[in-house]
Nanobody, 127 residues
Framework: QVQLVESGGGLVQAGGSLRLSCAAS??????????MGWFRHAPGKEREFVAG????????YYADSVKGRFTISRGMVEKTVYLQMNSLKPEDTAVYYC??????????????????WGQGTQVTVSS
């Protein structure tokens, strides 16, 4: 089973940028066969889909709230998925989680499709 570890969170001013990383490890199924997603969870709110990529890496999907500002990408050699976040807003403040779905489409927005999750990394955007 794949294990996921996020990093790159922190405190940034509104308008700034951060790049989150999610490193995959473990034996068994190849990293290249997993759809990857990013979700976030802010206090008092439900978990929210942010971005997803299908297992082939050919298609990406974004929540309307981040479209044009965030970019999901994947490095196959380093077995890492990234979330580049630009033009950050205070409402982007949340704990960000990456998730993996074997042979998935990357379109799942409920999160129920994803079978493996990281521990999360905090992103705080000050106004």
């Amino acid at each position: 089973q794949v294990q996921l570890v996020e990093s790159g969170g922190g405190l940034v001013q509104a308008g700034g940028s951060l790049r989150l990383s999610c490193a995959a490890s473990g034996s068994g199924r190849a990293f290249s066969n997993y759809a990857m997603g990013w979700f976030r969870h802010a206090p008092g709110k439900e978990r929210e889909f942010v971005a997803g990529m299908d297992w082939s890496g050919g298609s990406t999907y974004y929540a309307d709230s981040v479209k044009g500002r965030f970019t999901i990408s994947r490095g196959m050699v380093e077995k890492t998925v990234y979330l580049q976040m630009n033009s950050l807003k205070p409402e982007d403040t949340a704990v960000y989680y990456c998730a993996a779905d074997y042979l998935g489409s990357g379109q799942g927005r409920s999160g129920q499709e994803y079978e493996r999750w990281g521990q999360g990394t905090q992103v705080t955007v000050s106004s």
